[in-house]
């Protein structure tokens, strides 16, 4: 970690790629003259009982990894920092079972869920939704490994395949009911207490994320649609957050996950909002608070 | 992790044009071969190749 100027330090900003997002950031950041200090998450070591008295005014956490992501939020939080986004929101985030746990408990409409811990229940547990079923990873994004599963012989068949996966993750199963959805889903972006844009995400495929060739248009921002988003941000800890839904047929919105280290290349396209600038206003209106 | 450090790509030697305010952990294309490339110095710019998307990556 780099030499500070002590606790009203440079904002750390936690990185493992520079990506569009990152470098739109550092632009926001130096149009404010806001100092900062971007630290790889390649080169964080930290004595946890003589930690390091490198001081930041807060960290924005822009790590690419769920695992190295967490980690590094709670060592900087047990030095004192503020880190966007804490911890516990990374954890909650990060897992799409535990998303799940939080958005039924604070009542948030959401696919039908099923989870069940080994390969044996996995059939049970899939059978319980019905097929269509689609079965998820409980760590990981940009839709991969997302299977569509029909019937039971394919079920069968992803259930075996996962098996070969060696990373007990892969032997927890995490299933949802298949929306018949139209061609596009929903990313809404909360900053603390404000929805401020959202996107349509629109795609020939089931999955409609910008990493597997997504287009994206502007979303009008209805009030049913912001009350959703920011009790969805409420469940899982609030904070800097891209909430997905998707449409029933009928209509009806469902939250499917809510990210917590947003990527915003798809938005950034269409939306009329310079994202990047409000995530930098949000972290210094919180830090100056 | 990162391996072979070139001004050019360290996959396929060609030589790989970046704009003048490219920054250190950016990542860039090889116009010639696709390979995702890390920028790992500014002055003279290297490259080496991006580390692999691991399992746990996205947002």
């Known amino acids: 970690m780099k030499p500070s100027d002590g606790q009203d330090g440079p904002l750390a900003v936690l990185t493992t790629r520079t990506r569009l997002e990152e470098r739109l ?15 790889d998450d390649r080169t964080i070591v930290e004595h946890l009982q003589s930690p390091s008295p490198v ?13 190295r992501s967490g980690y590094a ?25 535990l998303t799940s746990l939080a958005l039924v408990r604070d009542g948030i409409p959401t696919p039908e869920t099923v989870v069940a811990l080994t390969p044996d229940a ?13 079965l998820k990873p409980a760590v990981g994004s940009w839709g991969r490994l997302l299977s569509k599963v029909n ?3 394919a079920a069968e068949t992803v259930i075996e395949h996962k098996q070969s996966l060696k990373a007990p993750i892969h032997n927890v199963f995490y299933v949802q009911e298949f929306i018949d959805k139209p061609d596009r889903d929903l990313r809404v972006i909360v900053l603390g207490d404000e929805v401020v844009a959202g996107v349509y995400r629109r795609s020939d495929h089931w999955i409609t994320n910008t990493a597997r060739g997504a287009t994206t248009e502007r979303l009008a921002l209805a009030p049913d649609l912001v009350k959703l988003a920011l009790g969805a941000a409420r469940a899982v800890g609030g904070g800097m957050l891209a909430v997905d839904l998707i449409e029933r047929s009928s209509g009806e919105l469902l939250v499917t996950e809510v990210n917590h280290t947003m990527e915003f290349h798809g938005l950034a396209e269409v939306a009329e909002v310079d994202l990047a600038d409000l995530i930098v206003g949000h972290v210094l209106e919180v830090l100056s608070a | ?47 080496a190749l991006a580390p692999e998307i691991e399992e746990d990556f996205g947002e």
């Open chain 1, 25 to 39: 950031i550092f632009a926001a950041l130096e149009r404010r003259g806001v100092p900062y200090a971007q630290v």
């Open chain 1, 55 to 67: 001081r930041y005014s807060g960290v924005l956490n822009r790590i690419m990894s769920h695992t």
């Open chain 1, 73 to 97: 939020a709670k060592l900087f939080e047990s030095t004192g920092h503020r880190v966007f986004n804490p911890s516990h929101v990374v954890e909650t985030c990060g897992d799409k079972i």
């Open chain 1, 122 to 134: 996995a059939l049970a547990a899939i059978e319980r939704v019905g097929y269509p079923a689609v």
């Open chain 1, 151 to 153: 019937d039971r012989d």
């Open chain 2, 1 to 47: 992790m990162t391996t072979a450090v070139s001004s050019t790509c360290p996959d396929c030697t060609e030589s790989i044009p970046v704009a003048g305010d490219v920054r250190v952990t950016s990542i860039v294309v090889c116009p010639a071969c696709q390979a995702e490339l890390e920028v790992i110095g500014v002055d003279p710019v290297e490259f």
